[in-house]
Nanobody, 124 residues
Framework: QVQLVESGGGLVQAGGSLRLSCAAS????????MGWFRQAPGKDREFVAV????????YYADSVKGRFTIARDNAKNTVYLQMNSVKLEDTAVYYC?????????????????WGQGTQVNVSS
């Protein structure tokens, strides 16, 4: 069993930066690919980024490529999402998730474990 807890959300101005963190419990963190998803009001949950267990492989949604960076520290059981040059459309609840089957999974159904989410609001 893996428990995930996100933090770091809040209010940020358009063009600014924010770093989200996701702390995981358990001793097998490095065996899980970790993803970030987001969900805006009235919309489906959307893939943002994923990182392999080793941290060597990363994949991003086109909407955030070049602006967001996913990283992980397996010694700290933590995955991060650095959000730069944020836009109004980045406003959403952001979730981290883990799966042990596919390192580059973009479908929420592939993920076994989810955090409770952290709210990000981008203002103009």
């Amino acid at each position: 069993q893996v428990q995930l807890v996100e933090s770091g959300g809040g209010l940020v101005q358009a063009g600014g930066s924010l770093r989200l963190s996701c702390a995981a419990s358990g001793r097998t963190f490095s065996t899980y690919a970790m993803g970030w998803f987001r969900q805006a009001p009235g919309k489906d949950r959307e893939f943002v980024a994923v990182i392999s267990g080793s941290g060597l492989l990363r994949y991003y949604a086109d909407s955030v490529k070049g602006r967001f960076t996913i990283a992980r520290d397996n010694a700290k059981n933590t995955v991060y999402l650095q959000m730069n040059s944020v836009k109004l459309e980045d406003t959403a609840v952001y979730y981290c998730a883990g799966n042990s089957r596919q390192w580059n999974a973009r479908s929420p159904e592939t993920y076994d474990y989810w955090g409770q989410g952290t709210q990000v609001n981008v203002s103009s």
